[in-house]
């Protein structure tokens, strides 16, 4: 079975052991200091800071994407360099509900790393929970040996894939973005609005609960299953803005039972930047 979450008091019984990796990736993708500040004024004793644009971003090249992924080998090292091995448990947490959380635990999937976990509820279910915290920075670790890619856990999809699927569908694409940006009304963030011809839209924040948790496992895969109506969850790829929101509804799917859905990396950012790709609006 997939290791999804982990909530806040199973991670406090392990903090500190030796085979435990927190990782802190509060962002924001308006203000990109806000994460690292954050992260100074306090977090889970022991965390280690990740910045989703300088550190969990390779270059961008203005046609592939806000955060186009790094390399597998250039990632195996970045973790190797905070001291994940192969037998790490790796645990996330930001306090967007999970959304950077969730794109990190694909990337470790995707780098071929099992035992990877979000923390259920954030930063605030650990504080409100009244557990360590710290505005110390994590102590420097020996490096291990470069994290070696395994046979990816996580299937992805690029570009032209997507563009030939729309002529001769072999695969759904599900849109995390907000429903008025997949509709076309809003674009924030790219400079075209709309979708990509023939997805479906779930908004990720309705994957989660008042409390910033997850929903039941249950809850998820009656609603999941509503909106695929019949059709297999490996025939499913998620895609949102730049790739992180739609590893939200993955990781839901997941969550939910419903396994081997696929991600497409460069999102909607990548496919608006050629405008020879057919683009999309309204419901």
Partial sequence: ?????????????????????????RHDLTNHAAG????????????RYLDHETELAAARTGTNGRHPLPSREAFGALMAAHGVTPDTLVVAYDASGGMYAAHLWWMLRWLGH??????D???QAWTAAGLP???????????????????????????????????RPAFTVIDARA???????????????????GALNRPNGENLQADGRFKPAEQLRAEFSSLLD?????????QCGSGITACHNLLSMEIAGLSGSRLYPGSWSEWCSD??????KGA
Wanted: aromatic residues 4%; without cysteine.
């Fill in 1 to 25: 079975m997939t290791m999804t979450l982990i909530s806040a008091a199973d991670l406090a019984e392990r903090l500190g052991a030796p085979g435990v990796r927190v990782f802190d990736v």
């Fill in 36 to 47: 690292r500040q954050a992260y100074e004024a306090g977090h889970i004793a022991g965390a």
């Fill in 114 to 119: 099992e035992q990877a976990a979000v923390l």
């Fill in 121 to 123: 509820g954030g930063w």
């Fill in 133 to 167: 915290a710290s505005a110390i920075p994590a102590a420097a670790v020996p490096a291990g040996n470069p994290v070696e890619p395994g046979p990816s856990l996580a299937g992805s999809v690029d570009a032209q894939a997507v563009l030939d699927n729309i002529a």
């Fill in 179 to 197: 429903a008025n940006r997949y509709r076309g009304e809003v674009e924030p963030m790219d400079p075209v609005a709309g979708h990509i011809p």
């Fill in 230 to 238: 019949g059709r297999d969850p490996a025939s499913i790829v998620h």
């Fill in 275 to 280: 405008p020879s790709r057919p683009v999309a």
